[in-house]
T-cell receptor, first 113, second 111 residues
């Protein structure tokens, strides 16, 4: 069974640009969560989607948005990039039920110049 | 107070010893608890999940949960150098579907 696939693996952008990251969950998983990981803040929850609906949202500014498609693939968009947005962005999928563990993709490393 | 707290370490143990990793959480209604392992430059990998008070064993790993004291721990028996990594504790907050992660404990197993 294929794991969680994130594309691209690496991105370099400049301040003010926007970026879209993609995540394909494990087959049969309907929940996709996004996290930001930085050395200073650790792993921080961005949002979670289930059946194309955002069920939970973390404490990030509105520049961070996401969506989920009918095939459960998800995209995350960050607009007006800031230097502080440089991070590893991780996507995790699960079946979406109670107590179900999340499985992570390899992440997208975003660098802002 | 952080929602999920872990000692950042490093925790250094000799090969073959038992490594004990601890995590405390603040939300009394949390129901699901997970341990992830993260090697440097890699993404987190699920090791164990635990939902009920007591111990849960899987190979060399044992997760322990005490909801009354609001802590969860991970024991690694017969530690190997390949176990050297950062171990992340994650807690599902209340009835939501978001996981809150601790900052992780770095484990170093000395050959």
């Amino acid at each position: 069974k294929a794991g969680v696939t994130q594309t691209p693996r690496y991105l370099i952008k400049t301040r003010g640009q926007q970026v879209t990251l993609s995540c394909s969950p494990i087959s049969g998983h309907r929940s996709v969560s996004w996290y930001q990981q930085t050395p200073g803040q650790g792993l921080q929850f961005l949002f979670e989607y289930f059946s194309e609906t955002q069920r939970n949202k973390g404490n990030f500014p509105g520049r961070f948005s996401g969506r989920q498609f009918s095939n459960s693939r998800s995209e995350m968009n960050v607009s007006t990039l800031e230097l502080g947005d440089s991070a590893l962005y991780l996507c995790a999928s699960s079946t979406g039920g109670d107590n179900q563990p999340q499985h992570f993709g390899d992440g997208t490393r975003l660098s802002i110049l | 107070q952080k929602e999920v707290e872990q000692n950042s370490g490093p925790l250094s143990v000799p090969e073959g010893a038992i490594a004990s990793l601890n995590c405390t959480y603040s939300d009394r209604v949390s129901q699901s608890f997970f341990w992830y392992r993260q090697y440097s430059g890699k993404s987190p990998e699920l090791i164990m999940s635990i939902y009920s008070n007591g111990d849960k064993e899987d190979g060399r790993f044992t997760a322990q949960l005490n909801k009354a004291s609001q802590y969860v721990s991970l024991l690694i028996r017969d530690s190997q150098p390949s176990d050297s990594a950062t171990y992340l504790c994650a807690v599902r907050i209340g009835s939501s579907y978001k996981l809150i992660f601790g900052s992780g404990t770095r484990l170093l197993v000395r050959p």
